[in-house]
């Protein structure tokens, strides 16, 4: 195993939280083999360079807190980033549910302003509704906001 590469993956993973996904796909750029790949894997995860329940929280927290997304987006993000189940629901019960129930009714009220007055009240409603499941938040949810 290539010692340089090792440190560079070292190096990578303190710049920023990082899960398995996002070290393989940058090792496989950097034309590393499959094996090299999971030894040098073992290892930051060994170093707890790599821990994917530190990961998936800090990435449920930046990407609500932030990117101000909801729950479904959230999860469906890590899923694409190969994160356990468990794990992602674990992190996702870190949401506090009365500031994501705000945080949907201020991303509405933000969007209500933002719209054209020439709309007829359902295709406003419509709008909304289809603005607030695209941002990754729960049906039901946004209509409690909505009243």
Not at 4 to 10: E, G, H, R, S, V
């Amino acid at each position: 195993m290539d010692k340089m590469l090792l440190n560079d993956a070292m190096a990578y993973c303190s710049r920023a939280e990082r899960c398995i996904y996002d070290v393989e796909e940058w090792l496989r750029k950097k034309v590393a083999t499959a094996d090299e790949i999971e030894v040098i894997v073992a290892q930051l995860k060994e170093l707890n360079f790599i821990n994917e329940s530190r990961y998936a929280q800090a990435f449920v927290h930046d990407k609500f807190c932030f990117n101000r997304w909801g729950r479904i987006k959230i999860e469906h993000a890590l899923r694409i980033k190969k994160i356990a189940s468990e794990t992602i629901l674990q992190a996702l019960e870190g949401i506090d549910e009365c500031q994501y129930e705000q945080t949907l009714c201020q991303l509405i009220a933000t969007k209500r302003k933002s719209m054209k007055a020439a709309k007829t009240a359902a295709q406003s409603q419509a709008a909304v509704i289809r603005f607030a499941l695209s941002r990754g938040f729960e049906y039901d949810y946004i209509l409690r906001c909505m009243r």
